[in-house]
């Protein structure tokens, strides 16, 4: 069975690594010639309007995932076209907008902060001007990171935020008052088979997260499953989705959901029965879901930028280091690290040399 994945990056690195114990073989389909996946399985070099190449992909596989949601509709319903895609074009495309996810949220009942559209620096002036409250900002498409956003109040030089953010269409969103920021992993299989992994509590700096600590028994689980179920009804959707919320006073408020994959959820590598890529490549293969219970006390910690000395690193008991093979720069993932069943006194020994 070969599976296409769009996209080259760690995820699909790390579906690969998944998927090569259960006898699975993976094509990959990325622009770039020094995609991090490329050496896990077969690159297919190409960019996502050029359907020639899109074609030829589509050809050598049984059936494709995406790894990233950016991929333009019109790319995905082509590949759709010669084989099966998951999760399906829709699916993937409800997240790509901001205004189109909130207002999903909205029909299916789920809490957003409040929102507001502004199409051109005149409407975001009106919209700072009218709202005596500071907002955040964000282009409504390709924002992820926290790139594409700014946190604006009506002193704001509009015309200079709208420069800033690109000249595209902005949402401006209520900033919320928040607890904790937490997410849930949830897979769905081809036959409706449902899978919940506990929810995790984020830690994010300048956008990016940093760490992901798994709440066991948390007592915003249920709201989380019930929430990201209706979710996963309404798209008809299979494989993993990562739904992430504001945990505002017991109330879970919506943020964004995220149609692959997720960083929140690479502790189940190492931390759960069956990890979060394992059971995707079960999801869209339609093969019994794996358990998704947690094996022990587990926190995930991005490497960010530069890495750190590996031998340094894993003197530290209970760790797992996963290397993407990327290269340094600013702002970037260039790894992760899990400490399963770890105490405080390991945890700060890592948050210590990362911080270095």
């Not at 990201?228 to 109330?251: I, M, P, S, T």
Request: hydrophobic share 40%.
């Amino acid at each position: 069975m070969r599976i296409g994945v769009l996209g080259g990056g760690q995820l699909g690195r790390m579906l690969a690594l998944a998927g090569y114990p259960l006898g699975l073989e993976f094509v990959f389909y990325d622009h770039n010639p020094q995609a991090c996946a490329a050496a896990l399985g077969t690159l297919v070099l190409g960019e996502f309007d050029d359907t020639e190449k899109l074609t030829a992909f589509a050809q050598q596989v049984d059936l494709v995932t995406v790894e990233f949601e950016n991929i333009p509709l019109a790319a995905l319903e082509h590949v759709a076209q010669f084989v099966p895609v998951y999760p399906g074009p829709r699916a993937v495309s409800a997240a790509q907008d901001r205004l189109d996810e909130k207002q999903l949220f909205q029909s299916l009942g789920i809490p957003t902060p409040e929102f507001y559209t502004a199409d051109n620096a005149e409407s975001l002036a009106d919209t700072l001007a009218s709202h005596n409250e500071t907002l955040i900002v964000k282009s409504r498409r390709f924002g992820y990171d926290g790139k594409g956003q700014l946190v604006l109040d009506s002193a704001t030089a509009a015309s200079k935020a709208w420069e800033t953010l690109g000249g595209v269409p902005l949402i401006a969103e209520q900033r919320m008052q928040f607890q904790r920021e937490v997410s849930i992993i949830v897979v769905r299989s081809r036959s409706g088979e449902t899978g919940f992994y506990p929810l995790t509590e984020n830690l994010h700096k300048q956008g990016i997260l940093r760490r992901s600590q798994v709440s066991v028994h948390d007592p915003l689980q249920a709201m989380a499953e019930d929430y990201a179920q209706r979710v996963l009804a309404e798209l008809d959707y299979v494989g993993v989705l990562a739904f992430e919320f504001f945990d505002c006073n017991g109330e879970l408020v919506a943020n964004e959901i995220a149609p692959r994959v997720h960083n929140s959820g690479h502790w189940t590598i190492e931390g759960a029965a069956t990890s979060q890529f394992e059971n995707h490549l079960r999801a869209i293969l339609d093969w019994p879901l794996g358990d998704t219970s947690v094996r022990a006390r587990c926190v995930m910690y991005n490497v960010i930028g530069e890495m750190p000395d590996p031998a340094s690193l894993l003197k530290v008991p209970d760790i797992h280091l996963h290397y993407y093979g990327k290269a340094p720069r600013p702002g970037r993932k260039l790894g992760h690290i899990t400490l399963w069943g770890s105490t405080e006194e390991n945890a700060l020994a890592v948050e210590k040399m990362l911080d270095a």
